[in-house]
């Protein structure tokens, strides 16, 4: 069962900047695609981005411009700059299971989850 470590996370005020990584354990395999998801207070979670196995990304539209997303083989890393208070939320590390050597995309509903690192944006 695969693993994951985040690190990061605290608190900053508008305009400023952090770095979240998350390393994860336990693949048999190749390593496959992780993001990062985040839940507000009295919001649903939402994804804010994921990278694929094929290195392909993907931006929520919130966070474009301002967020990077990178893997490094087992670890992922989010960079997020210019943070505003409506980025405030629990950012939640996840990585795609694996189904022998293939990577189940679907890493919202089959994923493994990290148990979540606070970010703290005031204005």
């Known amino acids: 069962q695969v693993q994951l470590e985040e690190s990061g996370g605290g608190s900053v005020q508008t305009g400023g900047s952090l770095k979240l990584s998350c390393t994860a354990s336990?693949?048999?395999?190749?390593?496959?695609?992780?993001?990062?998801?985040?839940?507000?207070?009295?919001?649903?979670?939402?994804?804010?981005?994921?990278?694929?196995?094929?290195?392909?990304?993907?931006?929520?539209?919130?966070?474009?411009?301002?967020?990077?997303?990178?893997?490094?083989?087992?670890?992922?890393?989010?960079?997020?700059?210019?943070?505003?208070?409506?980025?405030?939320?629990?950012?939640y590390c996840v990585a795609e299971a694996q189904n022998g050597p293939v990577c189940v995309t679907n890493m919202r509903d089959f994923g493994q989850w990290g148990q979540g690192t606070r970010v703290t944006v005031s204005s």
């Open 26 to 91: 336990g693949y048999t395999f190749r390593a496959c695609g992780m993001g990062w998801y985040r839940q507000a207070p009295g919001k649903d979670r939402e994804l804010v981005s994921r990278v694929s196995s094929d290195g392909t990304t993907v931006y929520a539209d919130s966070v474009k411009g301002r967020f990077t997303i990178s893997q490094d083989n087992y670890t992922v890393s989010l960079q997020m700059n210019l943070l505003k208070p409506e980025d405030t939320a629990v950012y």
